[in-house]
């Protein structure tokens, strides 16, 4: 059975959790591999409406190991919650496990956040303030605590005084606010501990056991791809890869083992926070898509900015990612209207391009250069064979193929599991 990685083709919020929730019925392990809480999934299936921000979306299957990689940082708090919610609902959280290398987000990480996003003032990046670029930055400069760390009390307080004495250093004398109590923090976190303990495992050994069983493993991307800090919109960007690369990363598994690499993309295109937006629609027509297809944060609750598809974005990200599929989300929302528009090159400096400028400045000064297409002015929700969607829907599909150079596995046209018609087969 293959490996198969699910990513965010765009700037996020593209329908993953729906994928993966329909393709992890077959599967033995889901392992979610970058981001932090600051992602959010929406899944609806038989048991209701789940909105997800760390627990990989495979939860809902009786049989599949889901883990939280080395690639994640984690609220300990607000997985406790999400894991509550979940066995609330009747969900088995049993099966999930959390690698005892991924690090944490601590208090100081998410003060951090907001007092340096507030110093931004009118530069503000527009981070959720979960305090995830502060966790990152923590694990680069190797002042990080990781997940295994919970399990040794002694080892965690010796490092977490050592750490906490230069952040309170820097939260009082560089923004003026109150220091955190150490001992407080400490105490919070063997708490915390103590309930993850039966969780936290060596994850590298049960992915290479996975792996040489050969059974199908799925990789949960968070974010998109143009929001990855090298490639993306910088610095308007998130803090960890969310590329097909930074899933090997992020999990610990070999480039060589990953079989299958789909990007998910809407039919439309939305961003949550600042940066540049070629197509973005500060009209009528872009209240109208944000309101069809409720385009909310599922984790800030912040209305997301909505424009038309951005083909040279998309043959981008097909690019740095290596697509071998594509599944389409929210086809059934374009239902309604009597034409769209295909972004298919910028009007950049007088001149066109048809390439995503590598700097955020420069994107700024790009101007759509569209390419108009006939709506179908049906309703789509309830098809469930690629054949009967109507003949306009096709041809816009079959364009978006050709603009980005990838073929399409999966189209959705509505967020329940069986609103989803596979064109051709993913596994």
Same mark, same amino acid.
């Given at each position: 059975m293959?490996?198969?990685?699910? @990513?965010?083709a765009?700037?996020?919020d593209e329908?993953?959790?729906k994928?993966? %929730?329909?393709?992890s019925e077959e599967?033995?392990?889901?392992?979610?591999?970058?981001?932090?809480? #600051?992602?959010? &999934?929406?899944?609806?299936n038989?048991h209701g =409406?789940?909105?997800? &921000?760390?627990v990989?979306?495979?939860i809902?299957?009786?049989?599949?190991t889901?883990?939280i990689?080395?690639?994640?940082?984690?609220?300990?708090?607000?997985l406790i919650?999400?894991?509550?919610n979940l066995? #609330?609902?009747? $969900?088995?959280t049993?099966r999930?496990?959390?690698?005892?290398r991924?690090?944490?987000v +601590?208090p100081? &990480?998410?003060?951090? %956040?907001e007092?340096e996003e507030?110093?931004?003032a009118?530069?503000?990046?527009?981070?959720?303030?979960?305090?995830?670029?502060?966790a990152?930055?923590?694990?680069? /400069?190797?002042l990080g605590?990781r997940?295994?760390?919970l399990?040794?009390?002694?080892g965690l307080?010796?490092?977490?005084?050592?750490? +906490?004495?230069?952040?309170?250093?820097?939260l *009082?004398?560089?923004?003026?606010a109150?220091?955190?109590? $150490?001992?407080?923090?400490?105490?919070?976190?063997?708490q915390?501990?103590e309930?993850?303990?039966? &969780?936290?495992?060596d994850t590298?050994?049960l992915?290479q056991?996975?792996? /040489? #069983?050969?059974? @199908?493993?799925i990789?949960?991307?968070a974010?998109g791809?143009?929001?990855?800090?090298?490639?993306?919109?910088y610095?308007?960007?998130t803090?960890?890869?969310?590329?097909?690369g930074?899933?090997?990363?992020?999990?610990?598994?070999?480039p060589k083992c990953?079989?299958?690499?789909l990007?998910v993309?809407?039919?439309y295109?939305?961003?949550?926070?600042?940066?540049?937006?070629?197509?973005?629609l500060?009209?009528? +027509?872009?209240?109208l898509?944000?309101?069809?297809?409720h385009?909310?944060?599922? *984790?800030?609750g912040?209305?997301?900015?909505c424009?038309?598809?951005?083909a040279?974005?998309a043959?981008?990200s097909h690019?740095?990612n290596?697509?071998t599929?594509?599944?389409?989300?929210r086809?059934?929302?374009?239902?309604? @209207?009597?034409e769209?528009k295909?972004c298919t090159a910028?009007?950049?400096?007088g001149k066109?391009?048809?390439?995503?400028?590598a700097?955020a400045?420069?994107l700024?000064?790009c101007?759509?250069v569209? =390419?108009?297409?006939?709506?179908?002015?049906s309703? *789509?929700?309830?098809?469930?064979?690629?054949?009967?969607?109507p /003949?306009? /829907?096709k041809?816009?599909?079959?364009?978006l193929?050709?603009?980005?150079?990838?073929?399409?596995?999966?189209v959705?046209?509505?967020?329940?599991r069986?609103?989803?018609? =596979?064109?051709?087969?993913?596994?």
């Amino acid at each position: 059975m293959p490996v198969i990685a699910i @990513l965010g083709a765009q700037w996020g919020d593209e329908g993953k959790g729906k994928v993966v %929730d329909q393709l992890s019925e077959e599967a033995s392990m889901v392992i979610r591999f970058s981001g932090g809480d #600051n992602a959010g &999934h929406t899944v609806i299936n038989p048991h209701g =409406e789940f909105k997800l &921000h760390i627990v990989p979306s495979g939860i809902f299957y009786p049989t599949t190991t889901c883990l939280i990689g080395n690639g994640v940082v984690i609220n300990p708090a607000r997985l406790i919650g999400e894991i509550d919610n979940l066995n #609330n609902s009747g $969900i088995d959280t049993g099966r999930l496990v959390i690698s005892d290398r991924a690090h944490l987000v +601590m208090p100081y &990480h998410t003060l951090l %956040d907001e007092l340096e996003e507030k110093s931004r003032a009118g530069k503000a990046i527009g981070t959720t303030l979960r305090g995830i670029g502060p966790a990152f930055t923590d694990k680069t /400069a190797r002042l990080g605590i990781r997940a295994g760390e919970l399990l040794d009390k002694k080892g965690l307080l010796e490092r977490l005084s050592s750490i +906490m004495e230069f952040k309170n250093k820097l939260l *009082t004398k560089v923004y003026g606010a109150d220091p955190l109590s $150490i001992e407080v923090v400490f105490q919070q976190y063997c708490q915390y501990g103590e309930r993850l303990a039966p &969780h936290i495992k060596d994850t590298a050994t049960l992915i290479q056991t996975a792996l /040489a #069983n050969d059974e @199908l493993i799925i990789l949960e991307g968070a974010q998109g791809a143009l929001l990855d800090p090298d490639f993306g919109t910088y610095p308007y960007a998130t803090s960890s890869s969310p590329l097909s690369g930074g899933a090997c990363l992020g999990s610990g598994i070999s480039p060589k083992c990953i079989d299958r690499i789909l990007g998910v993309f809407k039919a439309y295109c939305t961003r949550v926070g600042g940066g540049p937006f070629p197509t973005e629609l500060n009209d009528e +027509m872009g209240d109208l898509i944000r309101e069809q297809a409720h385009e909310f944060g599922t *984790t800030t609750g912040r209305p997301r900015r909505c424009g038309w598809f951005d083909a040279v974005a998309a043959r981008f990200s097909h690019q740095i990612n290596g697509f071998t599929g594509i599944a389409l989300t929210r086809l059934d929302v374009f239902d309604i @209207l009597p034409e769209l528009k295909i972004c298919t090159a910028y009007k950049f400096n007088g001149k066109i391009i048809d390439y995503f400028p590598a700097g955020a400045t420069d994107l700024e000064k790009c101007q759509p250069v569209y =390419e108009e297409l006939d709506g179908w002015q049906s309703d *789509t929700t309830h098809i469930r064979e690629f054949d009967e969607l109507p /003949a306009k /829907a096709k041809k816009y599909i079959a364009r978006l193929e050709e603009s980005i150079g990838c073929r399409t596995n999966i189209v959705c046209v509505g967020p329940r599991r069986e609103q989803t018609i =596979e064109s051709s087969p993913v596994l």
